[in-house]
């Protein structure tokens, strides 16, 4: 009889996954990582003759979300694939099914990195500065060939001011910023959804880098934007604004902030009101409201108009 931990994933699921590593392969355990909302994230441990080895089996369903299709798992794994030739600390993609007909979801099987999620380090300012040289360590890739350009999710120039914001007129400053000029930027490769809960940690060490999906060519100042953006609702002003000095200090001249690229970063996520983020509650993060991430992401954004 099948084990309830192993029924997390389908049946023809996990016969997918046999087949791709190994027909002679029996599965020892399915276990669920925990962080992500969009995706069903599972380690597949499987047993050939008397070695077993460790798997990622990432399920986009079919129906639900707006945004899944086969470009998903496609997009990852050539991203994937780019990312491992260039020496970064990702997964290395096995196979994917981008049809959605084999078992009614698009799936992809990766290597499992070693490692660990942080949310609440002994060390703030290591962790910190950690975070800051393994994004600096992406954006010095070299890929001027890369097909996938950056865009906005938002449609910058539809935005208008939210309805739970108190701070009108500060809003106000906001869309007239992000409906101005753009800021001439230099291109580089871009994670495009750089945050604490997709990176991964060994003692003191970022250990690897996950969810490459949205990876493209774009400003530098997005990556960093997005992750002050989390590092604000989850600790506040101060981390997120010492997180960027750490950034500054590894990038050097290359890199010239502009805080621009932080109000698109906090414009592009407003599609709803804020709530707490489900992946940092299933990590076990506790403290967090929706009011307060409501007060931080306006404390935040008034941080950032005074630097204009």
Not at 77 to 88: I, P, Q, V, Y
């Amino acid at each position: 009889m099948e084990s309830v931990e192993n029924m997390i994933l389908p049946e023809a699921v996990q016969k997918w996954v046999v087949d791709s590593i190994n027909s002679e392969a029996t599965i020892e355990s399915i276990s669920q990582l925990k962080g992500g909302i969009s995706s069903l994230v599972c380690i597949v441990k499987l047993k050939v003759n008397d070695e077993i080895n460790d798997y990622v089996v990432r399920l986009h369903f079919a129906e639900g979300w707006a945004e899944n299709n086969p470009d998903l798992v496609i997009h990852e794994a050539e991203n994937l694939r780019f990312t491992r030739l260039k020496n970064l600390p990702t997964p290395e993609i096995i196979t994917i099914e981008e049809t959605g007909t084999r078992f009614g979801s698009y799936a992809s099987i990766m290597s499992k990195l070693e490692g660990k999620v942080v949310l609440e380090p002994d060390d703030m300012d290591g962790w910190l500065s950690g975070l800051a040289q393994a994004l600096v360590q992406i954006h010095e890739v070299e890929a001027s060939q890369f097909p996938r350009p950056y865009y906005t999710y938002q449609d910058l120039n539809a935005f208008e001011i939210p309805s739970w914001v108190s701070l009108t007129e500060e809003w106000g400053k906001v869309l007239s910023i992000i409906k101005g000029p753009r800021p001439i930027f230099r291109e580089c490769f871009i994670h495009r959804d750089y945050h604490p809960s997709n990176v991964l940690w060994e003692g003191n060490s970022v250990s690897g880098i996950v969810d490459w999906i949205n990876a493209c060519i774009g400003p530098a100042g997005i990556d960093v934007g997005h992750c002050r953006l989390n590092l604000a609702q989850l600790y506040g002003v101060k981390e997120a604004d010492l997180f960027l000095s750490y950034y500054q200090q590894y990038a050097g001249p290359n890199f010239v902030y502009d805080p621009y690229w932080d109000l698109i970063s906090l414009v592009d996520i407003l599609f709803w009101e804020p709530e707490v983020y489900p992946g940092w509650t299933d990590l076990g993060f506790k403290g967090l409201t929706a009011q307060l991430i409501k007060e931080r992401l306006e404390y935040y954004m008034v941080s950032l108009i005074n630097r204009f």
